[in-house]
């Protein structure tokens, strides 16, 4: 019989600390007994003990690859993972983990080889080779899009790497939706707060600053966001709000704040463009269906827009899909017959109530005129 994992086992059992003993007991049983499965989650909760840590790697090399084809691919990669934690450097660790890839790159375990890939993807971003770690990428998503169902884990990976990706790229829509999936994907308690700060700070500072979000609603429903409540970047909460209902007076108060975020302070320009545009949304939202012609006057006054201006900022907004409609050039007016849903706060809600009151007046009054010009039909 070869001696040399007993030998290596109860080599690895004098060096680790007295309570990790009796874990490496356990699992000295179940692999002498063949209890793969068993043995496959012993190895995982030693692996999540800090304490094991300077022993992942050795036990990877020597003992879990000696029955690696036996125990579920996807625990596997995960083990691997945890052990490449302890490589020295990102260069040393992108060598490990290729060759953890391609010993699960079979038929049978793509959902492993996937999870692993992406793995590989991650130190590539690290190292700055954008290139093969989008190549990657985008064979990752290519093997995904065949699985009609898949662990959370492994989509939770890929829409972290990709998001980190995009957020290098500085593609500021694509790093919005991907990061948005990944939360969607894990339980946020398992984020630190500081993580979920700054989760909640790169998301908001995304969504404010990309030429493709107009519709903040994912976002502000997000309990991701609250916490930026009562930290220094709560201002950013504030904004997003703002943003929404179109509310100019509070963005030139919070605008104060754009130095102490330099993405946001570059593109001062464009988001004043931005809240002009949610002002004008905001604007016809607020008028009932049956009176949406506006003037371009009037736009101006509701938007702070230059009358000279009035006329591009309709089409960017009809061309943006936040609103439906035509303007009449001649005589500057706007007739709009659609603008786009959006999450309402309660100053937006409680517009809507008032709207709905006038209207169920309305109806009350027709039927009253109805009832009173046609008394002689019902009597006859």
């Known amino acids: 019989m070869d001696e040399t994992i007993p030998n290596f086992l109860a080599e690895q059992r004098e060096n680790a600390p007295a309570d990790l003993t009796q874990a490496l007991l356990t699992i000295e049983e179940y692999w002498d007994r063949k209890l793969w499965h068993q043995l496959t989650d012993a190895l995982g909760e030693y692996f999540d003990n800090p304490a094991s840590a300077s022993q992942r790697l050795p036990f990877l090399r020597v003992f879990i690859l000696s029955f690696a084809e036996k125990i579920n691919q996807l625990k596997f990669v995960s083990l691997g993972l945890s052990a490449a934690t302890q490589c020295e450097d990102d260069s040393e660790r992108l060598v490990f983990l290729t060759h953890l890839t391609e010993k699960v790159d079979k038929p049978p375990s793509q959902d492993a080889y996937v999870y692993a890939l992406v793995a590989v993807s991650d130190v590539k971003l690290r190292l700055q080779d954008f290139d093969s770690a989008r190549k990657d990428l985008d064979k990752a998503e290519s093997i ?3 699985f009609d169902s898949i662990e959370t884990i492994v989509h939770a990976a890929f829409y972290k790497t990709n998001a980190s990706y995009y957020k290098a790229k500085l593609d500021f829509g694509a790093y919005y939706k991907n990061a ?5 994907c894990i339980d946020l308690n398992s984020l630190s707060p500081e993580e979920s700060q700054t989760r909640a700070y790169d998301l908001s500072v995304a969504a404010l600053i990309s030429d493709s979000i ?7 429903l997000h309990p991701i966001l609250e916490s930026l409540t009562n930290t220094e970047h709560a201002w950013l909460r504030e904004l997003l709000f703002a943003f929404n209902r179109g509310d100019l ?3 030139t108060v919070l605008e104060n704040n754009l130095p102490k975020c330099p993405e946001l302070e570059e593109h001062k320009t464009f988001l004043w463009q931005k809240i002009s545009l949610s002002a004008l949304t ?3 939202f607020r008028r009932p269906a049956h009176d949406r012609a506006m003037t371009f006057a009037t736009i101006s006054n509701e938007t702070h827009v230059q009358p000279q201006e009035i006329e591009i900022l309709i089409m960017k907004a009809l061309s943006l899909g ?14 709009i017959n659609w603008v786009q849903p959006k999450v309402l706060d309660m100053k937006q809600i409680d517009s809507m109530r008032l709207r709905l009151k006038d209207w169920d007046s309305s109806v009350n009054q027709l039927g009253h005129w109805i009832e009173g010009v046609g008394k002689d039909v019902w009597a006859a």
């Open 249 to 251: 007076g509070a963005y």
């Open 214 to 220: 107009y519709n903040f609603g994912e976002l502000l």
């Open 180 to 184: 948005l999936l990944y939360l969607a």
């Open 282 to 284: 905001e604007a016809v």
């Open 322 to 335: 936040l609103l439906r409609g035509s303007i009449d050039q001649v005589a500057q007016i706007a007739r």
């Open 144 to 146: 995904l899009d065949k």
